[in-house]
């Protein structure tokens, strides 16, 4: 066990627009440090309070901010890594992109030490609305539209009916009970006008959908909308003392069909599911609350492959910022031909060739794929 907690070195390079951070430094760190040089630092996965710079490299972390931004691999200019014989190496983007190979490798092929992170100014104006529809259909159409009208949203965040009351029950913060789906949208960017018509035009598609619209006045009332999506993993916490966190990728257009069949597979088990997701990306986290005490982990194990057999299905992939790991290696033979496992499992030994490093992770045990 390898613990990094101590690697915490963080220097901010304002003159190059770089951080250089060691691998346990936490991921809202280096904002913190780089805004007092105008800078900050985009991929924000929910987690960015607690998260590693060296995790979110590994597993590729996504956040909110990342269907314009980007994800953390868009921001890694060089890293340092130990290999499996304990020599440490630098690699930039260049030359067969090694680094690229590390990042979202859930550090099966190398230890990540230390990153060069590039840093960009933020947006000086944000414009924030939340619309909510009869039909998930309709959210999904009107996301779709916005997009295709022009519009690129800094965050484009969804939650359906279930995942709205469990935040309305804890929180009781207005939000529309009936709703089928909530939509919560940021423009941004430097030019006020041009975000205020940005927010329009997805206002406009909304509205065409069949949603309802409102707009933030304030930058405080931004803050309030935006406060329901943050509070959902200690809503659900209310609700089950844990949860199965799905993390599934599909077209935007095959969303309203995913959504509802995974809405199915929730009520004809006995959990409780809840479903929101980074809707621009197709990013959804359909999450099976549960009782490990109660009620049988094999059968949420179960409804997790289902969930993961609908994302397939409809072209899409098994995992959009959470990796595969342990939970997701048996699907991979569902989601990997044979000969692209082979390939994979040559990379993995090429690297660690003891397979020493986070065995049983991402890979199913070879022979499975025969
Ligand atoms: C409430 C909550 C919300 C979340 N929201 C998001 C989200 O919005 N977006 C998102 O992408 N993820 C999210 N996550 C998942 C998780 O937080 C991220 O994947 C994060 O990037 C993991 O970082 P960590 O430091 O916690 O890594 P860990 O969980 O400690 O490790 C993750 C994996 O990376 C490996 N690893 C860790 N450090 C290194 C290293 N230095 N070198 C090589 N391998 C390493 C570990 O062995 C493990 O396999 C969320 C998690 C929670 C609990």
């Known amino acids: 066990v390898i613990s990094f907690t101590r690697m915490t070195r963080l220097t901010i390079h304002p003159e190059r627009r770089e951080a250089q951070a060691q691998a346990g430094v936490i991921t809202l760190a ?27 490299l590994a597993e590729n972390a996504g956040g909110p901010m990342c269907f314009k931004y980007g994800v953390t691999g868009d921001y890694v200019r060089a890293l340092s890594f130990v290999d499996a014989d304990g020599e440490e190496h630098h690699v930039t983007r260049d030359a067969f992109d090694l680094a690229g190979l590390l990042i979202g490798s859930e550090g099966t092929l190398g230890l990540i030490t230390e990153a060069t992170l590039r840093l960009i100014p933020p947006a000086t104006h944000t414009r924030t609305l939340m619309a909510h529809f009869p039909e998930v259909g309709a959210c999904a159409e009107a996301v779709s539209a916005a997009i295709a009208a022009g519009a690129v949203p800094s965050k484009l965040e969804f939650m359906d009916r279930a995942c709205t009351n469990a ?89 309203p069909d995913v ?61 959009g910022e959470h990796g595969i790991g342990s939970m997701k290696r048996d699907f991979m033979t569902d989601a990997v031909d044979p000969g692209t496992l082979k390939a994979l499992w040559n990379v993995k030994r090429a690297l660690d060739p003891h397979l020493a490093l986070n065995p049983g992770k991402i890979l199913p045990a070879e022979g499975v794929d025969g």
């Open 30 to 56: 280096v904002t913190e440090a780089a805004r007092p040089h105008g800078l900050i630092y985009p991929p924000d996965p929910a987690s960015f309070r607690t998260s590693t710079i060296g995790g979110n």
């Open 167 to 255: 935040v309305e029950d804890y929180l009781n913060l207005g939000l529309p009970r009936d709703a089928e789906a909530v939509l919560l949208v940021d423009t941004d960017g430097d030019d006020l006008s041009t975000v205020q018509d940005e927010l329009q035009l997805v206002a406009d598609a909304c509205e065409r959908a069949g949603g309802t619209v409102r707009r933030a006045a304030t930058d405080a009332e931004g803050a309030a909308l935006w406060r329901a999506r943050r509070s959902v993993s200690p809503a659900l916490g209310r609700i089950r003392p844990q949860r199965m966190n799905e993390d599934i990728v599909v077209p935007r257009s095959a969303l």
């Open 259 to 319: 959504v509802r069949e995974i809405r199915a597979l929730g009520d004809a088990s006995p959990f409780r599911l809840v479903q929101f997701g980074h809707i621009g990306d197709g990013n959804l986290h359909p999450n099976i609350l549960f009782d490990p005490r109660h009620e049988d982990t094999h059968a949420v194990h179960d409804l997790a492959h289902e969930i993961a057999l609908v994302a397939l299905r409809h072209g899409g992939v098994l995992s």
